[in-house]
């Protein structure tokens, strides 16, 4: 779960119209075919460029398990990772399913959407599952 509600902006709305469809844009430089990471700054010359789904596979690149405390006081540990997509690039994220102890060097995801909080503002947000 998110740590709190992500928002939109202009720089922004493209990505979260897409992951409101279930989709992760990637951007794809028309002049060189590159797929890019969609915090891509294309302000420079927007025509460019143009929004394409990832197919949601990816791989483990890294990750790290850091620990937090509920409410109630229980630990808390939360896989989070960078991730390389099907399409080349990398992605900082959540990776669910797996135990935290297990050596996720190389596991195959699958991206998911969530929910970033319960207003009707707050965006879905990718995270990547176990295979």
Not at 97 to 120: K, M, Q, Y
């Amino acid at each position: 779960m998110a740590i709190m509600p992500v928002r939109r902006d202009n720089e922004t709305a493209a990505f979260f119209d897409g992951t409101s469809r279930g989709q992760f844009l990637l951007i794809r430089d028309l002049t060189t075919g590159e797929l890019l990471d969609p915090r891509h700054d294309t302000s420079s010359d927007r025509s460019r460029y143009e929004h394409v789904p990832a197919s949601g596979r990816a791989t483990v690149v890294s990750w790290s398990v850091p620990h937090s405390r509920t409410p109630d006081g229980e630990t808390l540990r939360t896989v989070v990772g960078i991730v390389q997509l099907h399409e080349g690039p990398w992605w900082w994220t959540e990776i669910r399913g797996f135990d935290p102890d297990e050596d996720l060097a190389g596991a195959t995801v699958r991206l998911a959407f969530e929910r970033s909080g319960p207003g009707p503002g707050d965006e879905s947000i990718p995270v990547f599952i176990k295979q």
